[in-house]
């Protein structure tokens, strides 16, 4: 089975004056492609782009970010596909910016000259039917994996067409099934049969926008004729109802679990018997990981106190008795993290259930099997201090694919078997900057409230402790997301090439420590993540790494309402704020594109108590003229249905309105990524290390 992440994964008075949403000047931002606002974001980039690509810096910049963003030498991202040792994966290069989807044999990759055939050429497509085609994965019928079902965003956008595509034909298939655009959820039951949530009329989606009516697809079938199976609520929060198909190893379905979102994190679960939907009896707060050896496995996010289970155990069932008494689980305890640690990942094979672990943010691997009543792990034998992750698992044996990378040490693809033996190098990542001149160390920091949070500095081996070193720190915080060691050649070739230094702060809101780090920072905690953040700032200035003048900070999404939130509250401590794909109006956050899926997150601005506690950080709301703020960088991307760029651009109206100089970027392609192909990724780097560097190095 795929390796599936933990946690993957956003009434009362206004305060200090500020405006309601209906009075809000800047409301008209909201029509994501409306004349006003596109003639706002329009009018920014032309006033804004030539103040950072006419620097004399900035064409280098971008040509090394382009070169690496386009090398030939990556590493491909391969998975396993089917039961004859065939591997595929995505491809992007400078030939291919919106991407070839294409295969080989494993024994072929194993030979370093792998023959590559091409399964379907985006760029292509994209020509010959004058969309701006953006992939979006496929999902493939077991065990063969012959069958897929392809997604394609026209311009990077969450919603996605559908496609049934023969792989074995090389070509969509004729009269296959389809699925216009939608953010829908769909997967295989059988070949001629699908588990399909979409907006089957124009208002059968979420106040977030997501579908929540399931139903059986037959082929051939009009989607108005779907036997529908399940139905949510309108006012569900979260992503919308989805499937969890639990496959035995040679394919054969043995359970369907319908997830049925309450909100970001709590959900219901069924299990589809037949054609009705049988309550389990699972907390809200959980997530069905897979199933091996006749085990289904459950992961927990909340404590069971009726089970004595605490959040950040994985647990299992016996799937005779999961589909026996669905309302009255016996679970078992599979693991059981120590404070230090969080489960990252759980991935099965086909004999083999294979976690992903952190310990004080470094990685681990850990291979469960099954004997008798009982499981027995080991652990496998990869790099120490690292960040590991399974990119694929197969389902046809015990062999899975693993990614290695630290701050400093290229990515690295490993083969290797969760039955035992050495795992095998397949690829090293060439550097794309001298490592050799720097380190990587990990400091702690003491919170508002004590609590020590982690954080990683990599730096010249020669730095001097004087306050005077350009320093980038980056942050999420939020959505059990965690942020651990990765290899970027854009940051080591932008930035500590450079002569910057990089840090990465391991604040609560994330996974990096399991769910009770995350749960510490939700809603009415949520001003710790915050906290978490400027002492992680503030202990950067006291060693004397850097100083307010030369510190810099960036973010995206949930990590870009971070930014604004440090703006806002904290500016005396910053000289440059790149503000990614932002939230920024969290007052009104719950009614703008998407928003009300992350209430489970941040909370309900129409609770009083929750929207107090918002608007005391809310970073629109909290804008004011005559502030100490740095000139920020805002970008984000007309495509983006995810967090909808009227956040940004409301930012930035705000501070034009307040007299602020600011720089903004919209892309008008290229969904939540802001770049819909390798060239805006490139383009969008260059801008903004061209800033950091006029900001923190001039």
Request: charged share 25%; hydrophobic share 40%; with cysteine.
């Given at each position: 089975?795929?390796?599936?992440?933990?946690?993957?994964?956003?009434?009362?008075?206004?305060?200090?004056?500020?405006?309601a949403?209906?009075?809000?000047?800047y409301?008209?931002?909201?029509?994501?492609?409306?004349?006003?606002?596109?003639?706002?974001?329009?009018?920014?980039?032309?006033?804004?782009?030539?103040?950072?690509?006419?620097?004399?810096r900035?064409a280098?910049?971008?040509?090394d970010?382009?070169?690496?963003?386009?090398?030939?030498?990556?590493?491909?991202?391969?998975?396993f596909a089917?039961?004859?040792?065939?591997?595929?994966?995505?491809?992007?290069?400078?030939?291919?910016?919106?991407?070839?989807?294409?295969?080989?044999?494993?024994?072929s990759?194993?030979?370093?000259?792998?023959?590559?055939k091409t399964?379907?050429?985006?760029?292509a497509l994209?020509?010959?039917?004058?969309?701006?085609?953006?992939?979006?994965?496929?999902?493939?019928?077991?065990?063969?994996d012959?069958?897929?079902?392809v997604?394609?965003?026209?311009?990077?956008?969450d919603?996605?067409?559908?496609?049934?595509?023969?792989?074995?034909?090389?070509?969509?298939?004729?009269?296959?099934?389809?699925?216009?655009?939608?953010?829908?959820?769909?997967?295989?039951?059988?070949?001629d049969?699908?588990?399909v949530?979409?907006?089957?009329?124009?208002?059968?989606?979420?106040?977030?926008?997501?579908?929540?009516?399931?139903?059986?697809?037959?082929?051939?079938?009009?989607?108005?004729?779907a036997?529908q199976?399940?139905?949510?609520?309108k006012t569900?929060?979260?992503?919308g109802?989805?499937?969890i198909?639990?496959?035995?190893?040679s394919?054969?379905?043995?359970?369907?679990?319908?997830?049925?979102?309450?909100?970001?994190?709590?959900?219901?679960?069924?299990?589809l018997?037949?054609?009705?939907?049988?309550?389990?009896?699972?907390?809200?707060?959980?997530?069905?990981?897979?199933?091996v050896?006749?085990?289904?496995l459950?992961?927990?996010?909340?404590?069971?106190a009726?089970?004595?289970?605490?959040?950040?155990?994985?647990?299992d069932?016996?799937?005779?008795?999961?589909?026996?008494?669905?309302?009255a689980?016996?679970?078992?305890?599979?693991?059981?993290?120590?404070?230090?640690?969080?489960?990252?990942?759980?991935a099965?094979?086909k004999?083999?259930?294979?976690?992903t672990?952190?310990?004080?943010?470094?990685g681990?691997?850990?291979?469960?099997?099954?004997?008798?009543?009982?499981?027995?792990?080991?652990?496998?034998?990869?790099?120490?201090d690292?960040t590991?992750?399974?990119?694929?698992?197969?389902d046809?044996?015990?062999?899975?694919i693993?990614?290695?990378?630290?701050f400093?040490t290229?990515?690295?693809?490993?083969?290797?078997?969760?039955?035992?033996?050495?795992p095998a190098?397949?690829r090293?990542?060439?550097?794309?900057?001298?490592?050799?001149?720097?380190?990587?160390?990990?400091?702690w920091?003491?919170?508002?409230?004590?609590?020590?949070?982690p954080?990683f500095?990599?730096?010249?081996?020669?730095?001097?402790?004087?306050?005077?070193n350009?320093?980038?720190?980056?942050?999420?915080?939020?959505?059990?997301?965690?942020?651990?060691?990765a290899?970027?050649?854009?940051?080591?070739?932008?930035?500590?090439?450079?002569g910057?230094?990089?840090?990465?702060?391991?604040?609560?809101?994330?996974g990096?420590?399991?769910?009770?780090w995350?749960?510490a920072?939700?809603?009415?905690?949520?001003?710790?993540?915050?906290?978490?953040?400027?002492?992680?700032?503030?202990?950067?200035?006291d060693?004397?790494?850097?100083?307010?003048?030369?510190?810099?900070?960036?973010?995206?999404?949930?990590?870009?309402?971070?930014?604004?939130v440090?703006?806002?509250k904290?500016?005396?401590?910053?000289n440059?704020?790149?503000?990614?794909?932002?939230?920024?109006?969290?007052?009104?956050?719950?009614?703008?594109g998407?928003?009300?899926?992350w209430?489970?997150?941040?909370g309900?601005?129409?609770?009083?108590?929750?929207?107090?506690?918002?608007?005391?950080?809310?970073?629109?709301?909290?804008?004011?003229?005559?502030?100490p703020?740095?000139?920020?960088?805002?970008?984000t991307?007309?495509?983006?249905d995810?967090?909808?760029?009227?956040?940004?651009?409301?930012?930035?109206?705000?501070?034009?309105?307040y007299?602020?100089?600011y720089?903004?970027?919209?892309?008008?392609?290229?969904?939540?990524?802001?770049?819909?192909n390798?060239?805006?990724r490139?383009?969008?780097?260059?801008?903004?290390?061209?800033?950091?560097?006029q900001?923190?190095?001039?």
């Amino acid at each position: 089975m795929k390796a599936r992440l933990l946690a993957t994964v956003l009434a009362g008075v206004f305060l200090m004056g500020a405006a309601a949403p209906d009075n809000d000047p800047y409301a008209y931002m909201e029509e994501i492609e409306g004349a006003r606002a596109m003639e706002f974001a329009k009018a920014e980039n032309a006033r804004s782009l030539p103040q950072l690509q006419n620097d004399p810096r900035y064409a280098g910049l971008y040509a090394d970010a382009l070169k690496i963003a386009t090398a030939k030498d990556r590493i491909p991202n391969v998975g396993f596909a089917g039961e004859g040792g065939a591997l595929r994966d995505y491809w992007q290069d400078a030939e291919h910016v919106r991407g070839v989807w294409r295969t080989t044999t494993l024994a072929s990759y194993q030979s370093g000259d792998p023959e590559w055939k091409t399964l379907l050429d985006l760029d292509a497509l994209s020509k010959a039917e004058g969309k701006n085609w953006v992939w979006k994965g496929a999902d493939c019928l077991r065990p063969d994996d012959r069958y897929c079902l392809v997604s394609l965003s026209n311009g990077g956008k969450d919603a996605v067409v559908v496609r049934e595509f023969d792989t074995q034909a090389g070509r969509f298939v004729d009269g296959g099934f389809t699925l216009p655009e939608g953010k829908h959820r769909f997967d295989w039951i059988d070949k001629d049969t699908l588990f399909v949530v979409t907006d089957w009329t124009k208002d059968a989606v979420t106040t977030s926008g997501y579908p929540y009516i399931a139903k059986l697809l037959k082929r051939g079938q009009p989607l108005a004729s779907a036997k529908q199976v399940f139905a949510g609520q309108k006012t569900d929060g979260g992503y919308g109802v989805q499937s969890i198909v639990l496959r035995d190893a040679s394919g054969k379905v043995e359970a369907v679990v319908i997830q049925r979102p309450l909100d970001t994190f709590n959900a219901e679960y069924y299990l589809l018997s037949g054609d009705r939907p049988l309550k389990l009896d699972l907390p809200k707060k959980s997530s069905v990981q897979g199933l091996v050896s006749g085990r289904v496995l459950v992961s927990l996010e909340e404590d069971w106190a009726a089970r004595n289970l605490k959040e950040g155990d994985l647990v299992d069932f016996d799937l005779a008795a999961f589909r026996r008494k669905p309302d009255a689980l016996s679970p078992t305890l599979v693991l059981r993290p120590t404070m230090s640690q969080s489960v990252e990942q759980v991935a099965t094979t086909k004999n083999r259930l294979v976690v992903t672990l952190l310990d004080n943010v470094k990685g681990q691997v850990l291979s469960f099997q099954r004997k008798g009543a009982a499981w027995t792990s080991s652990g496998l034998d990869l790099p120490k201090d690292s960040t590991i992750g399974i990119a694929s698992a197969s389902d046809a044996d015990d062999r899975l694919i693993v990614n290695v990378q630290s701050f400093l040490t290229p990515n690295s693809q490993w083969l290797a078997d969760a039955s035992g033996g050495k795992p095998a190098q397949l690829r090293t990542l060439p550097a794309r900057f001298d490592a050799s001149k720097f380190v990587t160390e990990q400091f702690w920091a003491t919170s508002k409230d004590g609590t020590k949070v982690p954080y990683f500095v990599t730096h010249a081996k020669d730095m001097k402790l004087d306050g005077s070193n350009p320093t980038l720190l980056n942050a999420y915080g939020g959505f059990l997301i965690s942020q651990s060691p990765a290899y970027s050649g854009a940051i080591g070739k932008l930035w500590l090439e450079k002569g910057g230094v990089f840090v990465v702060a391991n604040i609560r809101g994330g996974g990096e420590f399991g769910p009770r780090w995350h749960n510490a920072g939700l809603k009415l905690k949520r001003m710790a993540v915050y906290d978490d953040f400027f002492a992680v700032s503030q202990d950067l200035i006291d060693r004397k790494i850097t100083n307010p003048k030369k510190l810099g900070i960036m973010g995206g999404s949930n990590g870009g309402l971070l930014m604004g939130v440090a703006l806002t509250k904290r500016p005396e401590l910053y000289n440059a704020i790149v503000i990614q794909v932002p939230l920024f109006d969290m007052i009104g956050y719950d009614h703008i594109g998407a928003g009300s899926s992350w209430i489970g997150e941040y909370g309900d601005p129409k609770v009083p108590e929750e929207r107090a506690m918002l608007m005391t950080y809310s970073p629109y709301q909290n804008l004011k003229p005559g502030q100490p703020y740095p000139r920020v960088f805002i970008e984000t991307s007309t495509k983006d249905d995810r967090v909808h760029p009227a956040h940004a651009r409301k930012a930035a109206a705000r501070l034009k309105e307040y007299g602020y100089d600011y720089l903004y970027y919209e892309n008008i392609d290229g969904g939540h990524a802001a770049a819909a192909n390798l060239n805006e990724r490139a383009m969008r780097q260059a801008l903004e290390y061209t800033y950091l560097q006029q900001r923190l190095m001039d």
